[in-house]
């Protein structure tokens, strides 16, 4: 009786401390936000790049709690800010010691540019970069500053790109799984690592392809920020690794000290009294009376797999990193329904998903189209798959050059584990009634060869469907839109030269396209529009949903602690759409 007192009170004490921290948490939030800190007349920026990153800041209002994470939006809306804030001198940028995702970089890349070209200084500082992730991305991100510091002794491993994939085949035949899986056609590779013990000729030329493409992009922006010969800079970067003194020797960077050095320069190039601000306390507190009142561009992102429903905030520590059908087409329609929203401009970050859930995104896309307001895509490291397909018949698509984009195709399957767990006394027996395809997706056996035809033209209707979004979109025709889809991922550089997408650029670019589309001209305001819950929803709901809420409040502490969870956490939806899913138009995602 004494112990079961003492978990009691254990777990009474534990719900307080969250019923009543956590709100006190979020109001404190609210307050120190509502009045922030005055910034100072001469002011650098220090924008960190060595934590999580993410395309679009999460909908999820807890995410942030004990965190350091910022996303991309973030970053170039504030440098737009920044650019015409007098106060604002310059940006120091601490750069990671991998490789960031290429489209990622892209943008960061292109908001450096426009901040230096508003006459401000961006000096960038690495500790080291090793190979790890497209490591190329880093390089052209400290290429692009005024200045490239290292600090002594550091390493410069910027050798190339490489990815790696792992075969499970002769394994599951080790143990009698059967892998049954259909795809469409014979570059959707997804599930490739099932089916087979190395890459196919198709999977190794798709894959050869993008990665070249994401590496020669990397060094051509390098090189031209850096006014240097392409050939001379890749060989001397691939005669690596090098030391910070070494790679300051062959001018692949500007200038060996430390961190605090650099700093100093900076202040001292800004001006008297010159102070640093972190980038993430830098905001802009003016009020903006017009909101909801003038015209606008509605902003509407969208970033992770693509799911049927809604979000119902089972677990309000995570990201909220998946694209609800429910709440995109939502926040789609109501744009196209306002009469103050003369464009759109959808953000998408996704290797896809459900082809239902993509394709009722698609509808509202269609119907914003058909109320007269244009609707462009803005693409980050990822438009591919389904996130394609909610893109293919926007008004106008903007790709970044390393954006993995297209792989318009279409897989499914089952494992069949009755073999295998024959071998170690487990029978899997099935009971039906009805036709036989009832229970082919049974874990039990393999298909039927009347199951395997049936589930194959389901395949095949999806795949049909896919291309004709494609080509009624595109304005391609359809004998085009087949030879370029087959499953393919295409970077943005590659896409434009097949036509499946319109221009090469960045957020900013679509925003302009979409003013061109829609006759505005002079200034208009972007109206956010992304669906978001609010903190207090966001519990309650957490608090509603019981199994899963007692699990959630139980690992939240190891999920504060560990960024490390996170990652594991945001992997669990994308793989349960891949061994779920019997129709999935999902591409690999191997910048993740």
């Not at 650019?83 to 001198?89: A, H, L, M, T, V």
């Not at 060989?235 to 090098?242: S, W």
């Not at 009624?472 to 087959?486: C, D, M, S, T």
């Given at each position: 009786?004494?112990?079961?007192?003492?978990?009691?009170?254990?777990?009474?004490?534990?719900?307080?401390?969250?019923?009543?921290?956590?709100?006190?948490?979020?109001?404190?939030?609210?307050?120190?936000?509502?009045?922030?800190?005055?910034?100072?007349?001469?002011?650098?920026?220090?924008?960190?790049?060595r934590g999580a990153l993410s395309d679009q800041s999460p909908n999820n209002p807890l995410w942030g709690l004990g965190r350091n994470?910022?996303?991309?939006?973030?970053?170039?809306?504030?440098?737009?800010?920044?650019?015409?804030?007098?106060?604002?001198?310059?940006?120091?940028?601490?750069?990671?010691?991998?490789?960031?995702?290429?489209?990622?970089a892209d943008e960061i890349r292109q908001g450096f540019s426009r901040f230096r070209a508003a006459g401000k200084p961006v000096y960038a500082h690495s500790q080291g970069v090793y190979p790890a992730g497209v490591v190329t991305t880093t390089y052209m991100l400290g290429a692009a500053a005024d200045e490239f510091w290292m600090q002594p002794g550091a390493s410069l491993q910027v050798t190339g790109v490489a990815t790696e994939d792992l075969f499970l085949r002769r394994f599951f035949d080790k143990y009698g799984v059967v892998p049954q899986y259909e795809q469409r056609q014979e570059y959707k590779n997804a599930v490739n690592g099932f089916l087979f013990s190395d890459y196919t000729a198709p999977h190794r030329e798709a894959t050869v392809s993008?990665?070249?493409?994401?590496?020669?992009?990397?060094?051509?922006?390098?090189?031209?920020?850096?006014?240097?010969?392409?050939?001379?800079?890749?060989?001397?970067?691939?005669?690596?690794?090098?030391?910070?003194?070494?790679?300051?020797?062959?001018?692949?960077?500007?200038?060996?000290?430390?961190?605090?050095?650099?700093?100093?320069?900076?202040?001292?190039?800004?001006?008297?009294?010159?102070?640093?601000?972190?980038?993430?306390?830098?905001?802009?507190?003016?009020?903006?009376?017009?909101?909801g009142l003038t015209d606008a561009i509605a902003l509407i992102e969208a970033e992770g797999p693509i799911v049927t429903g809604e979000d119902r905030g089972a677990n309000p520590f995570t990201r909220g990193s998946a694209i609800y059908s429910d709440d995109l087409a939502k926040a789609i329609l109501r744009a196209?329904?306002?009469?103050?929203?003369?464009?759109?401009?959808?953000?998408?970050?996704?290797?896809?998903?459900?082809?239902?859930?993509?394709?009722?995104?698609?509808?509202?896309?269609?119907?914003?189209?058909?109320?007269?307001?244009?609707?462009?895509?803005?693409?980050?490291?990822?438009?591919?798959?389904?996130?394609?397909?909610?893109?293919?018949?926007?008004?106008?698509?903007?790709?970044?050059?390393?954006?993995?984009?297209?792989s318009i195709g279409v897989y499914g399957g089952k494992f069949a584990l009755g073999p295998a767990l024959a071998?170690?006394?487990?029978?899997?027996?099935?009971?039906?009634?009805?036709?036989?395809?009832?229970?082919?997706?049974?874990?039990?056996?393999?298909?039927?060869?009347?199951?395997?035809?049936?589930?194959?033209?389901?395949?095949?209707?999806?795949?049909?469907?896919f291309l004709g979004r494609v080509a009624?979109?595109?304005?391609?025709?359809?004998?085009?839109?087949?030879?370029?889809?087959?499953g393919r991922v295409w970077t943005g550089a590659q896409a434009k030269g097949v036509g499946l997408v319109d221009e090469v650029g960045g957020f900013y670019q679509a925003v302009a396209r979409a003013k061109t589309l829609a006759r505005i001209e002079g200034e208009i305001p972007l109206r956010r529009m992304t669906?978001?819950?609010?903190?207090?929803?966001?519990?309650?709901?957490?608090?509603?949903?019981?199994?899963?809420?007692?699990?959630t409040l139980m690992a939240a502490a190891w999920v504060f602690?560990?960024?490390?969870?996170?990652?594991?956490?945001?992997?669990?939806?994308?793989?349960?759409?891949?061994?779920?899913?019997?129709?999935?138009?999902?591409?690999?995602?191997?910048f993740r």
């Open positions: 009786m004494k112990q079961f007192l003492i978990t009691m009170a254990g777990v009474f004490a534990g719900l307080v401390v969250f019923l009543i921290g956590v709100p006190v948490v979020l109001v404190g939030m609210a307050l120190a936000a509502a009045a922030p800190q005055p910034v100072p007349s001469n002011t650098v920026l220090e924008l960190d790049l994470s910022t996303s991309v939006m973030a970053i170039i809306e504030t440098l737009r800010r920044a650019e015409r804030d007098e106060r604002i001198k310059g940006l120091l940028v601490r750069l990671p010691e991998r490789g960031l995702e290429p489209g990622m993008w990665l070249s493409s994401v590496y020669e992009s990397n060094l051509a922006a390098a090189a031209a920020d850096r006014k240097a010969e392409p050939v001379a800079l890749r060989a001397a970067l691939e005669a690596g690794p090098h030391g910070a003194e070494e790679a300051l020797a062959l001018k692949l960077i500007d200038k060996v000290g430390q961190v605090r050095e650099a700093e100093e320069a900076l202040l001292t190039k800004a001006g008297a009294g010159a102070k640093t601000v972190d980038f993430d306390d830098y905001v802009d507190a003016r009020p903006d009376p017009d909101r196209a329904r306002s009469d103050k929203i003369k464009a759109i401009v959808l953000r998408v970050n996704s290797p896809g998903g459900s082809d239902t859930a993509s394709e009722q995104i698609l509808d509202a896309v269609r119907f914003a189209k058909a109320k007269g307001k244009p609707v462009v895509v803005s693409m980050s490291t990822y438009g591919a798959s389904g996130g394609y397909w909610i893109a293919s018949e926007a008004s106008a698509i903007v790709a970044q050059p390393t954006t993995l984009t297209g071998r170690h006394g487990v029978d899997v027996r099935q009971i039906g009634v009805g036709g036989d395809y009832a229970g082919a997706f049974g874990m039990g056996q393999p298909f039927t060869n009347a199951q395997r035809e049936a589930f194959g033209g389901w395949m095949d209707r999806i795949y049909a469907n009624a979109g595109r304005k391609l025709p359809p004998e085009q839109v087949a030879e370029i889809a087959k669906p978001s819950t609010g903190a207090f929803d966001t519990l309650r709901k957490a608090l509603g949903v019981s199994g899963n809420s007692a699990r602690g560990d960024p490390r969870a996170q990652a594991v956490i945001d992997e669990v939806a994308t793989a349960r759409l891949r061994g779920e899913g019997q129709g999935m138009v999902l591409a690999p995602t191997p």
